[in-house]
């Protein structure tokens, strides 16, 4: 039962006023130290996940500038590609462990994170209907020609800079909260919810055969950071 297990001597406060995440981070990981949770941050699979999707997004958008050029199936092939991604594992795998197995147990413990995760919990709500649309924008683009492009960009930007935000906040508030708050029995529980994860782009992590092809398409069409087109 929570209210039976030991309490660290002090407690330190993180504030989203603060914008120096990286000492939130050394803070609570201290704080967790005292209270005897081992836990890291670096523990949960889901980083390398928002890595690999960072880096995604950056390659969509520096692809998306160059532009079709001289091959434009390849150029579709590979923005379709990415959207797939972000919508396989972004938004079908990866949000609803977060809104199920992290955010409950930290809104939970912390009133400021709260209020965060209820902010995060609308962001997943609308991100898969953002995807579709962006992926609707690309075939206009496609099949209608260079008239529709401004659409899409347009549309990319925002979804970016939404989604850079929402990391942003899981960074400086959730993520802080959770290594001060959640004992080692709960991060062993949500390492188990993710570690089911098909981690298609991210380093180390042996990825299921079927999303090879797509793996392909990406890697070798896409330009850094994720792939190796140029």
């Not at 880096?55 to 160059?66: E, G, H, I, T, W």
């Not at 990825?207 to 070798?220: K, T």
Request: net charge neutral.
């Amino acid at each position: 039962i929570i209210r039976d297990l030991p309490k660290p001597k002090k407690r330190i406060v993180i504030s989203s006023k603060d914008n120096d995440a990286a000492l939130k981070r050394e803070l609570a990981a201290l704080e967790a130290d005292k209270a005897g949770r081992k836990f890291s941050l670096r523990q949960i699979r889901e980083i390398a996940e928002v890595r690999a999707l960072a880096a995604v997004l950056k390659s969509l958008q520096l692809l998306q500038q160059r532009g079709p050029g001289a091959n434009p199936q390849a150029f579709f092939d590979a923005m379709r590609a990415m959207l797939f991604y972000i919508d396989e594992f972004a938004e079908r795998q990866h949000h609803p462990k977060e809104s199920e197995w992290l955010f409950p147990r930290v809104a939970a413990r912390c009133a400021e994170a709260a209020l965060a995760i209820e902010r995060l919990d609308h962001d997943h709500e609308g991100g898969e209907a953002a995807v579709r649309e962006l992926q609707h924008l690309l075939l206009a683009w496609e099949l209608l020609g260079e008239a529709r492009r401004r659409a899409f960009a347009d549309a990319l930007v925002r979804y970016v800079d939404f989604y850079l935000e929402h990391m942003r906040l899981e960074e400086a508030v959730v993520l802080p909260a959770a290594l001060a708050y959640l004992q080692a029995h709960e991060w062993e529980a949500i390492n188990r919810a993710f570690s089911t994860n098909d981690l298609l782009l991210t380093p180390g992590v042996q990825r299921d055969p079927a999303f090879d092809a797509l793996y392909a398409r990406i890697v070798n069409s896409a330009p850094s950071p994720i792939g190796l087109g140029g």
